[in-house]
């Protein structure tokens, strides 16, 4: 298993405080694939065995937990604000 290391802004922590376990890391996952040198990646995969290894649960559990954790954080709405920039990040069906 690689490690993988990320940091997050104080907006960031802030914005998913109210996250459940599984969502947080689901966000985690997603955002140790993104290469802050780059363009953002469209779309990011992850798969139940990463999500298994990454969280160090069994990967028998993993696909019910990656898919509630994905279907869960659809319905959230994460949004970064601060003075100088737009919003960095927003998560949900978009209306």
């Not at 139940?48 to 559990?61: R, V």
């Not at 659809?74 to 069906?93: A, M, Y």
């Amino acid at each position: 298993m690689s490690t993988k290391k990320v940091t997050l802004s104080n907006a960031m922590v802030r914005a998913a405080y109210n996250l459940k376990l599984n969502q947080k890391r689901l966000l985690l996952i997603a955002i140790a694939q993104v290469d802050p040198h780059k363009s953002l990646p469209r779309p990011i995969y992850i798969t139940a065995h990463e999500f298994s290894e990454q969280c160090g649960i069994p990967l028998k559990y993993a696909y019910d937990a990656l898919r509630e954790a994905a279907s869960s954080l659809c319905e959230q709405n994460i949004k970064i604000f601060d003075n100088v920039h737009p919003p960095t990040i927003s998560l949900g069906r978009s209306s």
